[in-house]
């Protein structure tokens, strides 16, 4: 009979854990997202030194949030927005509108992506 209130207490313990890692990515990708946002819209404004310091603010909250990401989520996502955030610190760097804008774009929906696709939903079990 003790087997049954183990296996209700593991069951317990990996549906927090699952939730609190979700909560936890879920609002970190926010919060980059947010980040993100606002350095388009310095770019949208051709305000190049306000884009480079919004980025240089992002830079270090996704190395912080990266190293706990690395454990709950796939690698290659990881890796697709670490390329995204350094083509578009390239591209405020050379200050092309265009380029800024589309990597800034996918950026985001690079991190949007991420929250998406732990959602606990159908679509995502099977």
Same mark, same amino acid.
């Given at each position: 009979?003790?087997?049954?209130?183990?296996?209700?207490?593991?069951?317990?313990?990996?549906?927090?854990?699952?939730?609190?890692? #979700?909560? #936890?990515?879920?609002?970190?990708? /926010?919060?980059? @997202?947010? /980040?993100?946002?606002?350095?388009?819209q $310095?770019?949208?404004?051709h305000?190049?030194?306000?884009?480079?310091?919004?980025?240089?603010?992002?830079?270090?909250?996704?190395?912080?949030?990266?190293?706990?990401?690395?454990?709950?989520?796939?690698? /290659?996502?990881? =890796?697709?927005?670490?390329?995204?955030?350094?083509?578009?610190?390239? #591209?405020?760097? @050379?200050? =092309?509108? @265009?380029?800024?804008?589309?990597?800034?774009? @996918?950026?985001?929906?690079?991190? =949007?992506?991420? $929250?998406?696709?732990?959602?606990?939903?159908l679509?995502?079990?099977?």
């Open positions: 009979m003790r087997t049954i209130p183990t296996i209700v207490t593991i069951i317990i313990l990996l549906l927090g854990g699952s939730l609190a890692s #979700y909560q #936890y990515i879920q609002s970190t990708s /926010q919060t980059l @997202a947010l /980040q993100i946002e606002t350095v388009e $310095s770019i949208s404004t305000k190049w030194e306000n884009a480079q310091k919004q980025l240089n603010i992002a830079q270090p909250r996704w190395d912080k949030t990266k190293t706990l990401w690395t454990v709950l989520l796939d690698h /290659q996502e990881i =890796d697709d927005i670490e390329v995204s955030m350094k083509k578009l610190e390239k #591209y405020i760097q @050379a200050q =092309d509108v @265009a380029l800024s804008l589309g990597e800034a774009s @996918a950026l985001k929906l690079l991190i =949007d992506h991420i $929250s998406d696709t732990e959602k606990l939903t679509r995502n079990i099977f």
